[in-house]
Nanobody, 125 residues
């Protein structure tokens, strides 16, 4: 069965950088669109970014465009999110997930049964 495990979060000052990783198993990773989503304290889930199986196509939410970069290593079944110029409003629990294309069209993001525990990113002085 599918399993996703996020890592790489932490406490960082505004303007800093972090690189998140997601180890995937239990499904054919190299044929799957993948996403990052996040949940800020007291708020709902928010779509962040998508990447196609071959990394040719990427999408970003306006809030992170130009600052975040999504990538993947299909040989290692791993998804990444490089986050630069971090802001306090990026503080959230970050999850990786198999993509629902409706998320980037504004549909509500709902937690899947196979999601991992997420990795916490805190941006603060």
């Amino acid at each position: 069965q599918a399993h996703l495990a996020e890592s790489g979060g932490g406490l960082v000052q505004p303007g800093g950088s972090l690189r998140l990783s997601c180890a995937a198993s239990g499904f054919t990773f190299n044929t799957a669109y993948m996403s990052w989503v996040r949940q800020a304290p007291g708020k709902g889930l928010e779509w962040v970014s998508d990447i196609s199986p071959g990394s040719v196509i990427t999408y970003y939410a306006d809030a992170v465009k130009g600052r975040f970069n999504i990538s993947r290593d299909n040989a290692k079944n791993t998804l990444f999110l490089q986050m630069n110029s971090l802001k306090p409003e990026d503080t959230a629990l970050y999850y990786c997930a198999r993509t629902d294309p409706e998320w980037r069209r504004g549909a509500e993001v709902t937690r899947g049964s196979r999601w991992g525990q997420g990795t916490q990113v805190t941006v603060s002085v």
